[in-house]
């Protein structure tokens, strides 16, 4: 027996009241979209599902992808027969005879979803389970603790009979929480707030701050990489790559060396905040962790954020970094983000940094030596923008030595 369908429940979606129709078109659009290469399947949109029919595509490849998807509560394999009681008892006995393990007890699980349908489902389950009980060997009916839990959901046009879900990514379908532009460095907590931001439904774009020559091409293709492993997650995503080796010039000349960090990333925001506006992105994310770094206590946050009025999204704030690590080998970012090319942030920069950074000392330092607006405009002017796709080119780290 193979399992010709595929159904698709849905999580929080169902809260949503009248934007229901909404989440649900765009995240049939979503899967369309992620399994495009696959193009015999087919989908069907009904009250509570979306149902994909194989059309005899091997559903491997299809549910490793379907995980990633948000908005997606479980699924499942599913025969479809027709809603006819012999059909159903038919169907349930091929799932358990065609169950990769050995099978000792089984239940039945009947939803009748079109109540229409004449036979109740507690009858729907006596009358399948007989059969299936009589047409096998050495297997009892067992409704507390089953080897196998077989549920037959009655729809209206047809019956789908599966066994066992696989658990979905959670979360809401991406594209129906509008745009964040992600500051994305290198490192292991960027990347993650990228993939919780986009599970709550927002798009991304991505900006990465980078100072050639003293950060080089595969520092930069990092970045790539990393970006192009999140647009497996919803999206393709712009990624903003903003040229900084002047302004940390600038800074290391120029600014006091206990608020240099400070100062760059005082730059960095105003950067990024003047991209988002031009792009009518509406917030901002980080990895930043709270307590993890001298750039990440409340002083510091409180003196950086002073610059922007944009929200921004710290989905990692109150994580530890292992919580963070587990994530990111959960979504395939770690290896890449521990591979050890220079970051931006760490060239030029004094060892010693300002944790209780403040306000007005930023300010001061500032007016009297940085041309801030000047070095926002130059920056901005200079800043290349690439379209990430999941067909991106990967690193061939070694052409590149
Ligand atoms: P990450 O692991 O994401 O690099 P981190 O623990 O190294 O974070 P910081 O270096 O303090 O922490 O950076 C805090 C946040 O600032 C990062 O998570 C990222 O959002 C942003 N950031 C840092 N460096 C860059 C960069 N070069 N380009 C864009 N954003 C950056
Ligand atoms: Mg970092």
Known sequence: MKYNHI???FGELALKGKNRSYFEKQLLQNMKTTLKEYSAL???????????ELNGQDHDPVVKQLKHIFGIHSFS??????????????????????HPTAVRTFKITTKRAYKPFPIDSQKLNHHIGGYVLTNSEDVTVDVHHPDLDIRVEVRETATYITSGAYSGAGGLPVGTGGKVLL???????????????MKRGARIEAIHFHSPPYTNERAKQKVIDLTKILTKYGCNINLHLVP???????????APSNYQMTLMRRMMLR???????????????????????????????????????????????????????????????YETSILP????CTIFLPPESKTRPKREHANKYENKYLKVEEYIEDAVA???TILITSKSQTNEIDDLF
Request: aromatic residues 4%; glycine residues 6%.
């Open 382 to 384: 200079r800043t290349e």
């Open 271 to 333: 950067i990024s905040e003047k991209v988002a506006n031009e792009r009518g992105i509406l917030a901002l994310a980080t990895g930043e962790s709270l307590g993890q770094v001298a750039s990440q206590t409340l002083h510091s946050m409180n003196t950086i954020n002073e610059v922007t009025n944009l929200p921004i999204i710290r989905p990692l704030v109150t994580m530890d970094k292992l919580e963070v690590i587990e994530i990111a080998q959960k979504i395939d970012t």
């Open 244 to 254: 900084f080796t002047d302004i940390q010039q600038h800074l290391h000349k120029e």
């Open 183 to 197: 500051m994305l460095s290198g490192g292991i907590d960027s990347p993650v707030a990228g993939y919780l931001t």
């Open 42 to 52: 087919t989908y069907k949109r009904t009250y509570g599902r979306i149902i994909v």
């Open 77 to 98: 394999l599913a025969l479809k027969v027709e809603n006819d009681v012999d059909e159903m008892k038919k169907g349930a006995l091929e799932v358990l005879k065609s």
């Open 7 to 9: 159904l698709v429940r």
């Open 341 to 344: 090319y220079e970051d931006c």
